[in-house]
């Protein structure tokens, strides 16, 4: 299982805690697991990434064993640490100004 943490705005479209436990088949990288999320919870499609494109929005970052993965191709593999479920997946609302 995955961890996945969600930022508020997040957890409250779902309607649920700040982590999530996900069943990823095949490879654990950024697009399976955010795949597995969307399909798990269908609210949040297009919130994370873009309809069309499937692009991450600009607003969110994502985090993985205290490495910012924002701009890592979404089909390299997360580390072993978070594919086992040991370190979760943050997604992370960015925050903007100035």
């Not at 957890?11 to 999320?37: F, I, M, P, Y």
């Amino acid at each position: 299982m995955v961890r996945v943490k969600l930022p508020f705005p997040l957890r409250s479209l779902a309607q649920v805690g700040s982590e999530v436990q996900l069943e990823v088949k095949g490879d654990v990288t950024q697009r399976s697991v955010l795949d597995a999320l969307e399909e798990s919870y269908p609210m949040l499609k297009g919130t994370i990434r873009d309809h069309v494109t499937k692009k991450r929005r600009a607003f969110l970052r994502f985090f993985a064993c205290e490495e910012d993965l924002s701009h890592e191709s979404p089909d390299a593999l997360l580390p072993e640490e978070v594919a086992s479920g040991k370190e979760p997946y943050f997604i992370v609302g960015a925050i903007a100004g100035g």
